[in-house]
């Protein structure tokens, strides 16, 4: 169990760019969450994967962002056109269907947008 | 409307002491998961202790315990023998099943500070 792993860290981008994300998940978890964190904010649930089904986007999720989960295994986030207000921590995390319900969260990646 | 209220900012504790964080939350579910995240400065998440809300007893984790009281809607957690490795911040969070998807509903976190 090497735990969730996002890729990479921290990312700084200028306003208007695409920047990628990649979430690996405990490899026998079926679920992913992608959430975005805010500071002085609990952790907003951004999307909800259950093996490569995306089920549910949250309304924060504007036309802009794209997540995919190809082959049910790691997954990626997508953001075209940044803006500032997407500066954040974007946090991923799994968990098992009929396991205990425990969510494993990665790292994190913060960006920064210019 | 689905909320977590986390309503103490900050906290600070005496090493060795003990300290209760609060929280209540608002959900109209009857079958749910609560929990209590820690979040040090190195931003990753853990778990810290989880409760079945169909169970009236209290989880225990060793030094971390919770008090659930399912009428009030709240899901305190108390850490004894404070250590300076608690500092972080404490989110308290539940899980429930809606329209075929789990949804885990954070609050806005409690700073905990471990006086020496």
């Known amino acids: 169990d090497t735990g969730v792993s996002q890729d990479p860290r921290h990312k700084i981008t200028k306003r208007g760019q695409n920047v990628t994300f990649r979430c690996d998940p405990i490899?026998?978890?079926?679920?992913l969450y992608w959430y975005r964190q805010t500071l002085g904010q609990g952790p907003e649930f951004l999307t909800y994967?259950?093996?490569?089904?995306?089920?549910?986007k949250s309304r924060l999720l504007s036309d802009r962002f794209s997540a995919e989960r190809p082959k049910g295994s790691f997954s990626t986030l997508e953001i075209q056109r940044t803006e500032q207000g997407d500066s954040a921590m974007y946090l991923c995390?799994?968990?098992?269907?009929?396991?205990?319900?425990?969510?494993?969260f990665g790292s994190g990646t913060q960006l920064s947008v210019l | 409307a689905q909320t977590v209220t986390q309503s103490q900012p900050e906290m600070s504790v005496q090493e060795a002491e003990t300290v209760t964080l609060s929280c209540t939350y608002d959900?109209?579910?009857?079958?749910?998961?609560l929990f209590w995240y820690k979040q040090p400065p190195s931003r990753q998440m853990i778990l810290v202790i989880r409760?079945?809300?169909?169970?009236?007893q209290n989880a225990t984790e060793n030094r971390f315990s919770v008090n659930f009281q399912k009428a009030a809607k709240s899901f305190s957690l108390k850490i004894s023998d404070s250590q300076l490795g608690d500092a972080a911040m404490y989110f308290c969070?539940?899980?429930?099943?809606?329209?075929?998807?789990?949804?885990?509903?954070f609050g806005t976190g409690t700073r905990l500070k471990v006086l020496a």
């Open positions: 995390a799994s968990s098992l269907f009929g396991g205990n319900e425990k969510l494993f």
């Open positions: 490899s026998e978890h079926n679920r």
């Open positions: 994967f259950q093996n490569e089904a995306q089920l549910e």
């Open positions: 959900t109209s579910e009857s079958d749910y998961y």
């Open positions: 409760q079945e809300a169909y169970k009236q």
């Open positions: 969070a539940y899980r429930i099943l809606t329209s075929g998807t789990y949804k885990y509903i």
